[in-house]
């Protein structure tokens, strides 16, 4: 059973956006920071964004500053990244993680490594 689970990926035209979901199942990830990775066919997976359990701190990847959101409900154990303005090379599976070893500042440069995972939801941005 996946402890997380990604929804809300799509095709889109580029400009478009997408709210993505990663909701939390099975435990409780309300008191984890969390973050989005994605990643591209024959691309590394990279880090999107992060958010401190309490949901007062966010970071972003250069690449998606200004146009992507995170956000989260605890109440629902759930993350959302809202998508704007989407690029073609904005294409990928997103995945959602959640860590207790982690912070939300701590994820920029050394998450994704351990903690929990959903199975990704694809994202395609046409141009």
């Known amino acids: 059973q996946a402890e997380l689970v990604e929804s809300g990926g799509g095709l889109v035209q580029a400009g478009g956006s997408l709210r993505l979901s990663c909701a939390s199942s099975?435990?409780?990830?309300?008191?984890?920071?969390m973050a989005w990775f994605r990643q591209a066919p024959g691309k590394e997976r990279e880090f999107v964004a992060s958010?401190?359990?309490?949901?007062?701190?966010?970071y972003y990847a250069d690449s998606v500053k200004g146009r992507f959101t995170v956000s989260r409900d605890n109440a629902n154990d759930t993350v959302y990244l809202q998508m704007n303005s989407l690029k073609p090379e904005d294409t990928a599976v997103y995945y959602c993680?959640?860590?207790?070893?982690?912070?939300?500042?701590?994820?920029?440069?050394?998450?994704?490594?351990?903690?929990?995972w959903g199975q990704g939801t694809q994202v395609t941005v046409s141009s």
């Open positions: 958010i401190s359990w309490r949901g007062d701190t966010t």
């Open positions: 993680n959640g860590d207790s070893m982690m912070s939300a500042s701590a994820y920029v440069e050394r998450g994704g490594r351990s903690g929990f």
């Open positions: 099975g435990r409780t990830f309300k008191f984890y920071a």
